[in-house]
C-alpha cells in the first residue's frame, strides 16, 4: 500500500509559478508509476501527468505540455509536478496518485490518492 501527501499548493498570480510536493510512504513505492490529476471546480477530475517507476517516461495532458514538469525522487520518495506559466484554468485542487505498474498505461486508473492540495490563480 502507499500513502501520499501532497504539499506547495496555494495562491498565485497569473503567470506564477508553484512547485507541488508528493511524500509517498510503502515500501513499493520506488516500484510504481506516479501521477497527477486534478479536479477544478464543478468539472471532473482529469489526468495530468504521469511518470514512469524511474523517472524515463513522462505523459502530460496538451494543456499543460510546455508548462508542466513532473518528476521524482526515489530515494525521498517524492514526486514533483513544476508548474509555470500559470493560468486561471489552473485552479483546481491536484492530486497525487500511484499506479499498480511501473510503467504508464494509458486509460487506467491509478491504485491510491492523496488528499489533495489547491492551487488557486487569480489576480
Known amino acids: 500500500q502507499v500513502q501520499m501527501v501532497e504539499s506547495g499548493g496555494g495562491l498565485v498570480q497569473p503567470g506564477g509559478s508553484l512547485r507541488l510536493s508528493c511524500a509517498a510512504s510503502?515500501?513499493?513505492?520506488?516500484?510504481?508509476?506516479m501521477g497527477w490529476f486534478r479536479r477544478a471546480p464543478t468539472k471532473e477530475r482529469e489526468f495530468v501527468a504521469a511518470i514512469s517507476w524511474n523517472g524515463g517516461s513522462t505523459y502530460y495532458v496538451d494543456s499543460v505540455k510546455g508548462r508542466f514538469t513532473i518528476s521524482r525522487d526515489n530515494v525521498k520518495n517524492l514526486v514533483y509536478l513544476q508548474i509555470n506559466s500559470l493560468k486561471p484554468e489552473d485552479t483546481a485542487v491536484y492530486y497525487c496518485a500511484a499506479y499498480s505498474t511501473s510503467m504508464v498505461v494509458a486509460g487506467a486508473s491509478p491504485a491510491y490518492w492523496g488528499q489533495g492540495t489547491q492551487v488557486t490563480v487569480s489576480s
Open positions: 510503502g515500501r513499493s513505492f520506488s516500484a510504481r508509476a
